[in-house]
């Protein structure tokens, strides 16, 4: 088992190009300087980023986010044995792995299913990162993506350009937390500091991978978003918006904008990145009513049309099943 270093992971990751956001080495850097400490290793061409937080007592949990179905097929049980002795050395009480593998393509028959039963993972009972999103194909048209939109969203992306609204690239990203902590305000959401939002800006956006979008009327921001990419994946993770001329649809052209810039740069795939954990039916049948949690974002990004889709659920590998105990009923729950 080798442990790399960011400039070896970052060159492992160039034979996966379609790595995750979350496994790209600058993710790892991020949320090193807030509360987490990444660990990178390298064996026999499978690797992987593991993010450990530090818990009372000294002890760990671990966190592997979003592997790949190809990492994960050619995985066995030495490269298990090597994750838990780096696991050991930092005290974790479990490991998490959240697969990069939607739900209907993970099926515990597979090699990889196998594998990962024989290493001793335990279906987990939450999930880290929201498990359900909406993806938009950009292999379509702009016209053909625009059709697929709900009509209410297009002609609300045109009514924001009919009154004056314009977006372009932003590096304020004081003002965008600014317009963060007023839309977690206003929609009950936990916000990042504005060291974090500064912070993601400052390594990902030097390599293409990021860009923050801001909309305007007459030079006053209303809404802004950033927006990640990687090889044909983006993700759009946060988004603001201010409570002034909220007529003018401002987030309508900002998203679409968006979506464009992914496109532009060669993505094939957007990922809106968060909806409730719910079949579409009751999706359906409760948005209009519904405003706690992600509820308040499902109305606004099921307009942009694409498909529902739900990641695989994670996996725990216990370590300590006391504490494993401990942290579910105390702590694990108010994640």
């Not at 790595?19 to 400490?37: S, V």
């Not at 592997?67 to 009480?93: H, I, M, P, Y």
């Not at 309508?252 to 993505?267: H, P």
């Not at 409760?286 to 974002?297: I, K, M, P």
Request: aromatic share 12%; with cysteine.
């Amino acid at each position: 088992m080798t442990e790399v270093s960011l400039a070896e992971w970052n060159q492992f990751l160039a034979n996966f190009p379609d790595a995750h956001l979350l496994q790209m080495g600058e993710w790892g850097e991020l949320k090193r300087d807030f509360g987490w400490k990444p660990v990178r290793i390298v064996s026999n061409n499978v690797g992987v980023q593991i993010l450990f937080r530090r818990l009372p007592l000294g002890f760990t949990i671990g966190y592997m986010p979003k592997v790949s179905s190809e990492q994960l097929s050619v995985s066995g049980e030495q490269f298990w044995r090597e994750v838990d002795s780096v696991c050991t050395k930092n005290r974790a009480v479990f490991l998490k792995l959240e697969p990069d593998v939607w739900g209907n393509e993970f099926n515990p028959s597979t090699s990889s299913g196998r594998r990962l039963q024989l290493s001793n993972f335990k279906r987990s009972t939450h999930n880290i990162q929201p498990p359900r999103t909406i993806v938009l194909d950009l292999k379509l048209s702009e016209e053909e993506i625009l059709a697929g939109m709900k009509q209410k969203t297009r002609y609300n992306i045109r009514l924001a350009e009919k009154k004056g609204v314009t977006v372009r690239a932003w590096d304020d990203t004081a003002a965008f937390h600014e317009m963060m902590v007023i839309t977690g305000g206003r929609d009950a959401f936990g916000v990042h500091s504005k060291e974090y939002y500064q912070r993601a800006y400052e390594l990902f956006h030097p390599k293409g991978s990021c860009e923050l979008l801001v909309a305007e009327y007459e030079g006053k921001p209303l809404a802004s978003l950033m927006v990640f990419a990687n090889a044909k994946r983006a993700w759009y993770v946060f988004g603001a918006s201010n409570n002034e001329e909220r007529n003018r649809m401002p987030t309508y052209l900002l998203q679409w904008k968006a979506i464009r810039w992914a496109k532009e740069r060669g993505c094939e795939e957007y990922d809106l990145w968060g909806v409730p954990d719910e079949n579409e039916e009751t999706l359906e049948a409760q948005f209009e009513s519904r405003h706690d949690g992600l509820w308040g974002v499902y109305r606004f990004k099921r307009g942009f049309g694409g498909q529902l889709k739900r990641a695989a659920q994670a996996l725990d590998r216990v370590y300590n099943p006391l504490l494993y105990w401990a942290y579910l009923k105390f702590i694990g729950k108010r994640e």
